[in-house]
């Protein structure tokens, strides 16, 4: 039997129906930039509504670690990768480093590893890495690799994904984006990956599968990205994407997912279930990632009358698949154990981005020297007073 919905349903019907309309109308939408942006307003303020208090120690990581341009010497640039732990200085630094993306940062899930690129030159932050489990269905990266979905369940555990990659101004401005999406790649990662999981057992098979990262995939938010095009350094690593069209059908995501739904609006589909006692409520016991999410979204939906497509919102993201082995697909798909790794040291990394990108970069556009921190704190101020007014 259908169950009445009560006046707090009613109201979260309302809420949600008036989402729907400001979403692109067809899957098929062009969608701008701005466009994009503008649908994850909703989610950032939430980020600004949850700091409990700490936006302004956020505001003081920030002016302490943002380099002003005079503070960096492009021929002394040398990265370091400093590792972020739950609960520490770096952890906190990292948050608050997240707040420059237009479009929130993902918390991750699962398997997790989080750095922090400092510039040992000047102490300061070049920009941030985060990797996580990838999710299991991935159409592009499967069919790429050529996955069956036994082969998919058995090895997906040597994948991560990355939820963020991204340089801080005014590093950005000399494309530290790709430098930092490089040093994703580098030998340091994989080795502290390797030795961080080599004895994890898998969560649902509970066997022993001793992982070792091969393959990460990461995708653009904003459409085609500038950062991960033609981004490559030869004999070595590619960010690879629209290769292989007869094996790939589509490089892009369907446009399907639950980013629009903050946490906030989450929890009251949760409540939505937990009122009609479905097994969905309590959460997952194999982890509450995105497919979990996506399940209790669609069903709560259901349970509230709306046309479960509101999760076809239409923005598809273009997906890259990095190898980090000249076996990668041979590995994944069962058929070698070793990997035989291309991948470069943060130095090989560095010293290729100074001459590839940031030198001509910089000669190019001089006015990256100009850069004020002052404006962004300004725009992060407006958006926190804008969830407490």
Known sequence: M????????????????????????????????????????????????????????HIELIRKHIASPNEIDLTKINPTLSVVSAGTYESQLFSAASLFWSIPVSRGFGRRIRYLVIDKNNEKLIGIIGLTDPVFNLTPRDAWIGWDAEGRMERLVHT?????LGAMPPYNKILGGKLTALLATSSEVIKHFNNKYSCQKGVISTKSKNPRLVLLTTSSALGRSSIYSRLRIPQSIEFMSGVENHKVPSWYTKGYGHFHIDD??????????????????RGNRFGDGPNWRIRVIRQALVDLGIRADLLNHGIRRQIYVVPL?????????GKKERPKYISKTTKQITDY????????????????????????????????????S
């Open 264 to 281: 906030k609006t989450f929890k009251k589909l949760q409540k939505v279930l937990l009122r009609r006692n479905h097994p969905y409520a």
């Open 160 to 164: 991560m994904d990355a939820f963020v």
């Open 2 to 57: 259908h169950m009445k919905l009560n006046r707090e349903e009613r109201s979260l019907k309302t809420q949600l129906l008036e989402l729907s309309e400001r979403m692109p109308s067809t899957q098929n939408a062009i969608v701008s930039k701005d466009q994009i942006r503008q649908l994850y307003t909703g989610k950032r303020l939430a980020v600004m509504a949850s700091m409990n208090g700490q936006f302004d120690r």
């Open 325 to 333: 082995a000249r076996n990668t697909r041979e590995i994944l798909q």
């Open 353 to 388: 981005w100074l001459e590839r990108w940031a030198k001509p970069r910089a000669d190019r556009f001089s006015d990256w020297r100009s850069w004020s921190l002052d404006h962004v704190i300004s725009e992060l101020q407006y958006l926190h007073d804008l969830t407490n």
